[in-house]
């Protein structure tokens, strides 16, 4: 069963308004954006079972955007835009290292490898493939994005090595998804909340082997009175993007 809440996150409830405006988005576009390519590693260690948390506060999370007068259903999706008063102010986002597919990656694989050694100047020794999430079709920005779980390779240690993260830190990924689950994407706080039920990084790499790598697309149920973020498998998933709009 997937994960809906953990701790005080629901991951998957909607306020009415983000829902119109989503609908609204949806009727405004006509057919949805093409996603891109692009990857998000997870970095772990031991012991205790630690994985490498970045915030940034201008970089948009590899699986979200907001763009124009409609923001996007829930705030995991969207990139660390709070009120402040009548402006809306960029706040900042927890993640993993991860960005776009580019031209000279050899797979997606590589571009979470490469994202990895740009980001924190370190190397990746082992990489298994976690999850792979597609951007809700009413985003005007999307993304197929597969999250990797990795190991680094002996000696590298990561660091802040571009100007976009602000914070770097090891934590546990139960208290990280407890503590941040609401300034990250929903993807992200899902494969914490996964990530939390393992002890070790043997563990998450036997599980790894065992999880579908099916397209995970996130659909705005029909219900106008608790509007909800459903996945593929799910009861009451929309057969399209539109059903509803």
Partial sequence: MSIQRYGKWDFRAVDHA?????????REQGAPAEPERAAAVVLLREAPLRVF???HTAKEPFGAAARGPLETVRERWAAGLENDGD?????????????RHKPDDADVAMTGVREVEEETGAMVALQRAWSRWITPEYEPVRFDAWIYVATL?????PRIRVREPEYATWIGPEQAVCQYGGQMSMQEATTLAELARYSTVGEVFAAAEQRDMSPILPRLN??????RLILPGEDGYPAAALSHA
């Fill in 18 to 26: 983000s829902a119109g405006r989503a609908r609204a988005r949806l």
């Fill in 53 to 55: 948390l970045l915030r």
């Fill in 87 to 99: 402006r809306r102010v960029r706040t900042g986002r927890y993640g993993f290292p991860g960005g």
């Fill in 153 to 157: 390779a002996e000696g590298f240690q």
């Fill in 222 to 227: 029909t219900n106008d009175d608790h509007p």
